[in-house]
């Protein structure tokens, strides 16, 4: 087995407040080469900070983070601005991401000029070359995000990552902007370019259908918690947590003739300042077998399956709903 | 036959941009029915004008720099409401045609209570006092199964949740029994668990109220569970309208059978999705012909030069040529 690329070692974000907000509480994962690891999760569930976190957009509570073997957390500023040409990111709103005030062109020329990538004479065919890669025509360099529409513009975001060459790219949420027949051409570029560069990706998002298409591997997160690991199949077929197999059964279908049943949770998500004790899921949660352990004990991440990389935090996942 | 509660012919609503530079065509000559207790979908991605359809209905649309163009009809009940005088238009607005919009934090007053919004309607409409109001305002949080309607009432739009948000703008627009209810994205804020909590309350206080329900959304998977039938629209046009499951058994425009091909499914496994090509056009230059020809797979000349009506028969019909020349269709057209 490969050493995997990206290894993230039980990361705490907590950010300070009275209570403290525990946005990511101790998560561990790890990426393989030239992978997808989908991280799904709804509002608040920290899945956009274990992504910024890991590229140190923001600063850690707690754990470690080792790429390609270096332990990320431990890097001064030159290092990690080194670190930064290997992992990138492409944010959910390409407008408020861009600059507004410059134009496409200097936006991919600015990483290729800090990073020394391209001496003057050549910047121009860079540009071109990188505008080619993400489907737009070399005349885009010349406009403004204003003038672009909201597809352009995440096209133009994932150019800019492209840039300086990098191995790794976390993807927060890439295609939730865009309308419907835009996503499936922004989800079809991201899958063409992982190929053609042996990319790697975290893509985060909210939305499982979208994670379907793209993930080789998916983490649903609950209040700063994997709650549920697998390879993509066996999450889809074979869901083990019952947050998970809810969070499935909500996703509307194109399909009016679907009979699959719906599992209606109640209530809200709680606050992350304010998790449940035990089981974060454990006050919404709809299994037959919950009980006072569930309310007490926080339910460890473990394998419950034949598959040893199915793992879910369920103290009942191996009984039926 | 039942009369339709609701009939919109020809719906015009052009804006005048902001440079002065030309008018947006942002509905083109739109037409529907909506029958007593259905519910009719309208979807479409953004720019189809789907929203701007719904806020004519109500004539919510900002003059200038809008105007819905003369020879439009909207017609409620057998009035048409683009001819009623302002008092006679608010005695049916948020009284007999109630509207739940997408964002409900900025729909929301913030610096009042959820209690006096809601009130607020049956106060205007139906003269209550204010404590039978309350009283009122507190059974409608009931009845949209908020947690602790009594204490809930005195809350400010803030302290809540945003699917309590959407409880409340829902028990805002239902608190005089409306007979038409337009919801405008009314999940696409939300959480999909949240979501599904908030599509089954709709559905649940349709068969309880008997309403009428116009839901417009971009998501065919929430027209597929909640809609009787659907309006698909595409650049200020009605495209092709059909009873939901014909719809979705066999869909007659090129545009319908794109989105529809190019929504990720949750029982697909992994695979590249079949992209629409190009990008919705600009509502100030709509493309000669069908609207969508350049971006569609099948289309020959006559389909850049002459715009084709709604065809078919029946309760199914699209804009497009292919269905009088259905020989024309490509049997594999390229994508992408």
């Known amino acids: 087995m490969t050493a995997p690329l990206l290894d993230i070692q039980n990361l705490v974000k907590h950010y300070p407040g009275r209570p403290p907000v525990r946005a990511v509480d101790g998560v561990s994962l790890t990426i393989a080469p030239g992978q997808t690891l989908g991280l799904v999760g709804e509002s608040g569930s920290g899945k956009s900070t274990v992504g910024r976190t890991i590229l140190r957009l923001q600063e850690p509570t707690a754990g470690r983070v080792l790429f390609e073997g270096e332990d990320v957390f431990a890097l001064g500023t030159g290092p990690l601005r080194a670190l930064r040409r290997r992992m990138q990111i492409v944010f959910q709103d390409p407008y408020s991401s861009l600059n507004p005030r410059m134009t496409v062109g200097r936006t991919l020329r600015e990483p290729l000029e800090i990073h020394r990538l391209a001496p003057p004479a050549q910047m121009e065919a860079r540009v071109t070359a990188l505008l080619d890669e993400v489907g737009l025509d070399p005349a885009f360099a010349g406009r403004y995000p204003h003038e672009l529409s909201g597809g352009q513009r995440q096209r133009v975001g994932i150019a800019r990552a492209l840039s300086v060459e990098p191995r790794f790219i976390v993807c927060d949420e890439p295609v939730s902007a865009l309308d419907v027949s835009v996503q499936a051409q922004v989800l079809n570029l991201l899958a063409d370019l992982q190929q053609k560069r042996r990319l790697t990706y975290l893509f985060i998002a909210h939305d499982l259908a979208v994670v379907r298409h793209i993930a080789d591997q998916v983490a649903v997160m609950y209040l700063g918690r994997i709650v549920e690991r697998a390879p993509a199949p066996a999450i889809y077929s074979a869901p083990r947590h019952p947050y998970t197999r809810a969070l499935l059964s909500a996703v509307p279908e194109p399909n009016p003739r679907a009979t699959r049943e719906r599992i209606v949770l109640t209530g809200d998500i709680p606050s992350p300042a304010h998790p449940p004790s035990g089981c974060p899921f454990h006050p919404r949660c709809p299994h037959p077998k919950k009980n006072d352990r569930c309310r007490t004990e926080t339910p460890a991440l473990r394998v419950t399956s034949d598959s040893p990389a199915h793992l879910a935090a369920c103290h009942f996942a191996e009984e039926p709903i | ?336």
């Open chain 2, 1 to 336: 036959m039942t009369e339709p509660l609701l009939r919109v012919r020809d719906l015009k609503t052009y804006f005048v941009t902001e440079q002065g530079r030309g008018t947006a065509r942002a509905v083109d000559g739109v037409s529907f029915d909506l029958y007593p207790g259905e519910t009719l979908g309208i979807v479409g991605e953004s720019g189809c004008g789907k929203t701007v359809t719904s806020l004519s209905i109500l004539r919510l649309i900002p003059e200038p720099p809008g105007h819905i163009r003369p020879g439009s009809l909207i017609e409620f009940e057998g009035r048409n409401l683009l001819a009623l005088a302002p008092p006679d238009l608010r005695a049916i607005r948020g009284n007999q045609i109630a509207m739940v919009f997408q964002e409900p934090m900025t729909s929301l007053n913030p610096v009042f209570t959820v209690g006096d919004q809601i009130a607020e309607a049956a106060i205007i409409h139906q003269r209550l006092s204010r404590k039978a109001a309350r009283a009122r305002a507190i059974e409608m949080l009931t009845l949209v199964g908020l947690p602790d309607p009594a204490e809930r009432v005195d809350h400010y739009p803030h302290q809540l949740s945003g699917g309590m948000r959407q409880r409340v703008m829902i028990a805002m627009a239902l608190v005089c029994h409306p007979k038409v209810l337009i919801a405008d994205e009314p999940t696409t804020a939300l959480d999909v668990t949240i979501q599904a909590q908030i599509l089954e309350l709709l559905e649940r206080l349709q068969a309880e109220l008997g309403m009428a329900v116009l839901l417009i959304t971009h998501d065919l998977g929430v027209v597929a569970g909640q809609a009787d039938r659907v309006v698909v629209m595409y650049a200020g046009q009605v495209v092709e309208t059909a009873p939901t499951t014909a719809l979705f058994d066999g869909p007659l425009h090129p545009y319908t059978e794109g989105l529809m091909a190019a929504v990720p499914r949750i029982d697909a496994p992994k695979s590249r999705l079949q992209a629409i090509p190009g990008q919705v056009p600009a509502a100030t230059a709509w493309p000669s012909g069908c609207r969508f020809h350049p971006r569609c797979p099948h289309a020959w000349t006559k389909c850049t030069i002459e715009e084709p009506p709604l065809l078919g028969d029946g309760d199914h019909t699209a804009r497009c040529w292919l269905v009088q020349e259905p020989g024309r269709r490509k049997r594999q057209p390229e994508t992408e």
